[in-house]
């Protein structure tokens, strides 16, 4: 059977927002979609781009993976498959968008269980191979000084910039914030508060959005 609460809610939308909706879904369909802004989240079900950003069908482009993690450009592409590359690819060449958004969470399960080293959910283990690119990040933070907590957060935000760099990575990112066509930031979203914080591209610090 399928899920319920799918059903549930697929009966809603469909004598709710695309009956009230309906022109701009038969558009998006006939034009293709141009979103200007890309955001790359965490799978974590509790942190929905869309709610957050109450953003509406065809308003941003959204690729989320475990801990919002983009990896280094790699010239490998005949061994290995990169989603999150390819999205991101896709993005800034195919649908041309002017802003990527870097979105961390708080009480992130990906950063939490690299900090505790958890063990491996499964046999391969893919968690934890995609978890050890931040190796490097938390090493050059050290070890936790005192609140294990705020050391986490730090790491949360840690890994934020460390995507934001190496979206720099990718040649055609970086030709379009060279020529002022994109512009990267980064943000943190506080799941019980309900509060954004933005990370100033100039001293790397992460600040509560106010507007």
């Not at 069908?57 to 989603?83: K, Y």
């Not at 999205?87 to 870097?102: C, G, P, Q, R, Y």
């Not at 990906?110 to 191979?129: E, H, T, V």
């Not at 970086?174 to 979203?189: K, P």
């Amino acid at each position: 059977m399928f899920p319920k609460k799918l059903s549930e809610g697929y009966a809603s939308f469909l004598n709710g927002r695309l009956e009230r909706e309906h022109a701009r879904y038969k558009k998006l369909e006939e034009d293709g979609q141009h979103p200007e802004i890309m955001i790359i989240g965490c799978g974590d079900s509790r942190v929905a781009p869309e709610t957050i950003f109450d953003a509406g069908p065809g308003e941003i482009f959204v690729i989320r993976n475990i801990a919002n993690l983009i990896p280094p450009c790699e010239s490998d592409v005949e061994t290995s498959f990169h989603g999150t590359s390819a999205a991101v690819e896709f993005a800034v060449n195919a649908l041309k968008v002017k802003h990527i958004v870097v979105l961390g969470h708080a009480s992130c399960g990906g950063i939490a269980a690299y900090a505790n080293k958890a063990a491996p959910l499964s046999q391969r283990d893919f968690i934890g191979k995609w978890m050890s690119q931040i190796a490097p990040v938390a090493d050059k933070l050290g070890p936790p000084q005192g609140d294990r907590q705020h050391w986490i957060r730090q790491l949360e935000w840690a890994v934020v910039e460390y995507s934001l760099n190496n979206l720099m990575t990718f040649p055609a990112v970086r030709e379009r914030v060279q020529s002022g066509e994109l512009t990267l930031h980064g943000a943190y979203f506080g799941i019980a508060t309900g509060l954004l914080f933005v990370r100033d591209p100039i001293t790397g610090d992460f600040s509560a959005h106010t507007e």
